[in-house]
Each structure stands twice: as structure tokens, then as C-alpha cells.
């Protein structure tokens, strides 16, 4: 784990993230995601890879004003795995959405599945973001 010792035991909300049944996790469009950022519900949800973190433990560090609040209330897998906190153009010129990272190599994979570990050991998932239409509907719960 690219986030500390890689030694450390699971933690008890990992070991409780690790028993939940993702397929009957409420589902949260975009829309309802980008509600939990503190101001228009109390919670901070961080989703990474389709899964719902609530990281409102560390408000601290999540609230408006602070550095990580621009992953809250949205999938950041992208800003994640690309170690970013804005998002940028591909080469295409293009501005991917937060949550596309279908053009990751396995260096940005790496990063991101290491991010994934270190949001399963210290926040309990609370949902996961609802599939569209134009979505192959898979989950990737690798970490």
C-alpha cells in the first residue's frame, strides 16, 4: 500500500467494507451524489471506482475550504489516480468527467487501486453511483 506501512493489520471498517454485498448498496445517481458535500446534506461522500465512501469522520478535511474537498460529492476516481485536484484535458484535448478513467495505464491503476485501499481501511462505503445508460455497468472492486 502506497499509503504507509504495508504491513498494518485491517482495520475493523475495512474488515466491514470487506463483508458488504455491493449489489444491494443503495444507488446514488450523480445528481443525489453531488448533495453530500456538507452544505446541502451534512455528509461528505467520496466515490472512487463506482463505490461510495462517507468520509465525514475527517470533515475537517473535506469541508469547503479545504484541499480535498474537490473529490466530495462526486466520483474522483480520475483526480485520484492521476494525483490531481483539477482535472485536465486528455490528448485529444478533451476534459474527461472525474469519474472516466478508461484510458488509465497501469501506472495510473496502480495509484488508483492504492487510493481505493486507502479509503476502504478508514471509511465505511455507503452506496454505490447508479449506472447509465451509455455504462457497461461493471463494478471494479479491485483494490
Request: charged share 35%; aromatic share 12%; net charge negative.
Amino acid at each position: 500500500m502506497a499509503f504507509g506501512d504495508k504491513n498494518l493489520e485491517p482495520t475493523e471498517i475495512y474488515l466491514q467494507n470487506d463483508k458488504i454485498d455491493i449489489e444491494n448498496l443503495p444507488k446514488f445517481t450523480i445528481t443525489e451524489l453531488s448533495k453530500y458535500n456538507g452544505k446541502d446534506k451534512p455528509q461528505y461522500y467520496v466515490a472512487i471506482k463506482r463505490l461510495i465512501y462517507d468520509v465525514t469522520s475527517n470533515s475537517d478535511s473535506y469541508k469547503p475550504g479545504k484541499g480535498y474537498n474537490v473529490f466530495v460529492g462526486k466520483d474522483s476516481s480520475r483526480l485520484l489516480g492521476t494525483s490531481s485536484l483539477k482535472l485536465k484535458p486528455n490528448e485529444e484535448g478533451k476534459t474527461p468527467e472525474s469519474w472516466d478513467y478508461s484510458d488509465f495505464g497501469d501506472k495510473e491503476l496502480k495509484v488508483l487501486n492504492d487510493w481505493v485501499k486507502f479509503f476502504k481501511m478508514r471509511y465505511p462505503i455507503v452506496g454505490v453511483v447508479a449506472i447509465e445508460e451509455d455504462d457497461d455497468g461493471k463494478i471494479d472492486t479491485k483494490d
